[in-house]
């Protein structure tokens, strides 16, 4: 189903329909603050298996991130990090980052790639945040691509829905999503690397 939720104040009622979604291992396509991503609840298997096979790919291959509503949440799913890192965390977050931290034995291991790492985003997007904090945990996110050759992200969300209607379960319409991925950063050994630049500026690191 396509439904429609108002990016600035997202009822209750359209979030606690897509939280009851994930809750039944659902797949939903959710906007953010960058791209629309594929997402489900990081603890049901079957939904992120779906996810995998939706873009042809292995679970443990693949670059998958959670969708936190905030810091308080880092400590569950990561191994502990520098002082100087949660500064930067706190100051760029809500915003276009993903940081690849190391995972603790939290995150499942059917997601854990063999480095062991997960990626940290926090939206600046109340739809994810608002999903995150009804579900109680944080959700997992792919970002979907666009097969044309000049169009990296489709940006409409009706025409994701026409393409994706028959695979996933909710296409959440939050008006048209960006076309510019987040900004991926590597902090797992200490010094931060920058694997992707994306939306977010690197010249504030």
């Known amino acids: 189903m396509l439904l429609r939720i108002h990016p600035e104040t997202p009822s209750q009622r359209q979030i606690n329909h897509v939280v009851e979604c994930l809750k039944d291992g659902g797949i939903v396509i959710s906007p953010t603050d960058t791209v629309y991503g594929l997402t489900c609840d990081i603890f049901k298997a079957k939904a992120i298996e779906r996810i995998a096979r939706i873009k042809g790919i292995k679970p443990d291959k693949a670059n998958f991130s959670f969708l936190c509503a905030d810091l308080s949440e880092l400590s569950d799913y990561t191994k502990p990090i520098s002082n100087d890192l949660f500064k930067l965390m706190r100051r760029l977050l809500p915003g276009?980052?993903?940081?690849?931290?190391?995972?603790n034995n939290t995150v499942p291991k059917y997601i854990q790639n063999k480095k062991k790492t997960v990626?940290?985003?926090?939206?600046?997007?109340?739809?994810?945040?608002?999903?995150?904090?009804?579900?109680?945990?944080?959700?997992?996110?792919?970002?979907?691509?666009?097969?044309?050759?000049?169009?990296?992200?489709?940006?409409?969300?009706?025409?994701?829905?026409?393409?994706?209607?028959?695979?996933?379960?909710?296409?959440?319409?939050?008006?048209?999503?960006?076309?510019?991925?987040?900004?991926?950063?590597?902090?797992?050994?200490?010094?931060?690397?920058?694997?992707?630049?994306?939306?977010?500026?690197?010249?504030?690191?």
Not at 161 to 186: M, P, W
């Open 96 to 103: 276009p980052y993903t940081f690849i931290l190391n995972a």
């Open 119 to 205: 990626g940290i985003r926090i939206p600046e997007n109340n739809i994810p945040i608002e999903i995150v904090k009804m579900l109680g945990h944080p959700i997992m996110s792919s970002s979907i691509h666009d097969e044309d050759d000049l169009v990296e992200y489709t940006t409409d969300p009706e025409l994701i829905y026409e393409k994706y209607k028959n695979l996933v379960d909710i296409v959440i319409d939050g008006g048209f999503g960006g076309n510019l991925a987040s900004t991926v950063l590597d902090c797992t050994s200490g010094e931060i690397e920058i694997i992707r630049k994306g939306l977010g500026p690197v010249d504030v690191l």
